[in-house]
């Protein structure tokens, strides 16, 4: 138990459908991050929430929609999206700053047909 | 050329084998995780460091910042160790670099 929860653990979408992603913490972090990790590739930082603030978008397209409606809480709205956006996404949470360890959700592996 | 390099990038053990990843960067850093994520794709946090050593168990972490290299060392390797290790230097405010992971298969 890492104290990051994510749900659907596994999501099979088509490429007109819209669905979403879901982050819970009751670790006290401040900070909660989206990270997308594809096949051999380092994990990609999407967007980044400080005291429900979005501090960092990292030119993500708008197919990718985050919602961060408390503390606790980090949602990733998807629609319309295409192929290549199947992948391994991670939440994550920190108590924020530069060395705010991270702690990190099981994933939910997205594959996109 | 890539801001962290994971050396060696596939490692294959005996059981009882002493293991050393390594961790090069090319930026400044405030401090560095070390993190293992197994095949499920869940990541765990092994060590947050900024300087010194840090031992776990039998997982000892080392930091050079003035060299801007990392090492993790696992002593009396195990099966269960069998995971990717990923190096993931902490370079600016909610800013962390994330190396391409170290595979590690420790043999029974």
């Known amino acids: 138990e890492t104290g990051v929860t994510q749900t659907p653990r596994h999501l099979v979408m088509g490429m007109t459908n819209k669905k979403s992603l879901k982050c819970e913490q009751h670790?006290?972090?401040?900070?909660m991050y989206w990270y997308k990790q594809s096949a051999k590739k380092p994990l990609e930082l999407m967007f980044v929430?400080?005291?429900?603030?979005?501090?960092e978008n990292n030119s993500v397209p708008s197919r990718f929609s985050p919602e961060c409606p408390n503390s606790s809480h980090l949602f990733l709205h998807l629609h319309t999206l295409q192929p290549e956006d199947s992948a391994l996404y991670l939440c994550a949470s920190s108590l924020g700053g530069t060395t705010g360890e991270l702690f990190f959700g099981e994933g939910s592996r997205l594959t996109v047909l | 050329k890539n801001e962290v390099e994971q050396s060696p990038q596939n490692l294959t053990a005996q059981e009882g084998e002493f293991i050393t990843i390594n961790c090069s960067y090319s930026v400044g850093i405030s401090a560095l995780h070390w993190l293992q994520q197994h095949p499920g794709g869940g990541i765990v946090s092994l060590f947050m460091l900024s300087s010194g050593k840090k031992k776990h168990g039998r997982l000892i972490a080392t930091i050079n910042i003035q060299e801007k290299h990392s090492s993790l060392h696992i002593t009396a390797s195990h099966p269960r160790d069998s995971a990717v290790y990923i190096c993931?230097?902490?370079?600016?405010?909610?800013?962390?670099?994330f190396g391409t992971g170290t595979r590690l298969k420790v043999l029974a």
């Open positions: 993931a230097p902490a370079s600016g405010t909610y800013k962390y670099i």
């Open positions: 670790l006290g972090h401040n900070a």
């Open positions: 929430y400080s005291l429900e603030e979005r501090v």
